[in-house]
């Protein structure tokens, strides 16, 4: 299975994990980002996470057909999440099963790689000073 | 013809919306859009050239646009 997607509750990793399993799959890898406690040296309390959702969603999908072609996975899971977080909550977990873990390692990175730089979605940090501000990197400009 | 720009995040913070329609000649542009957008108030604080998507795919500033399109400046993203 194949499948990305915004979601606003909290991510439930054994149940990606069953979705993407398979007989056939030796390897499972999975990475989950979370909500860190500090940011370039200040005190974060939370993040608030937006997107724009259909796009977001479109270029995840597109991330995991690159993916397939790449590295021949055929089971790959994104969820990232939308909404208030708090420290320590995960914004985003990618399952990726495989017959063997080469792939599914290689893959993993990939997904994970792509979507920082791709994906429309943006965070806006809850400092423990009261203050808020938005924060991220260019996105890549188009090939 | 008319277009939708959707603005999100920070650039929507700076416009005080998330949405603007946006009267095009025929043939006009993403530079086109661009030029509208930038004349409005707040419109200073975006980049002159900021990232643009046309019906949810990364464009370029050239990219001819259609009566309906939809075209969503982008702020740098920072999901993960």
Redo the contacts between chains.
């Keep these: 299975m194949m499948r990305a997607s915004i979601v606003r509750q909290k991510i439930v990793l054994d149940d990606l994990i069953g979705q993407a399993a398979s007989p056939a799959f030796g390897a499972t890898a999975i990475f989950i980002g979370t909500v860190r406690d500090q940011n370039e040296g200040r005190s974060v309390d939370g993040i608030d996470y937006s997107a724009y959702e259909e796009m977001a969603e479109l270029e995840m999908s597109r991330i995991l057909e690159e993916a397939r072609n790449r590295y021949s996975i055929e089971s790959a899971i994104v969820e990232h999440r939308v909404g208030e977080l708090a420290v320590g909550d995960a914004s985003i977990a990618i399952v990726v099963a495989h017959p063997h873990r080469g792939a599914a390692l290689d893959a993993l990175r990939y997904i994970i790689d792509e979507t920082k730089a791709r994906a429309t979605i943006w965070k806006r940090e809850h400092y423990s000073d009261g203050t808020r501000e938005w924060v991220g990197s260019p996105a890549d400009r188009p090939r | 013809m008319t277009v939708t720009v ?1 603005l ?3 650039y929507a ?1 700076s416009l005080g919306r998330s949405s603007i329609d946006v009267e095009l000649h025929e043939g006009g542009t993403v530079d086109d859009v661009l030029r509208s957008v930038a004349a409005l108030p707040g419109a200073e604080r975006l980049p002159p050239l900021p ?1 643009v ?1 046309v019906n ?5 500033s050239g990219t001819r646009l259609v009566d309906g399109d939809e075209v ?1 400046l ?7």
């Excluded at chain 2, 949810?56 to 370029?60: G, H, L, V």
């Design positions: 959707r999100f995040a920070s913070e990232l998507a949810c795919a990364y464009a370029r969503a982008i702020p740098p993203v920072a999901g993960g």
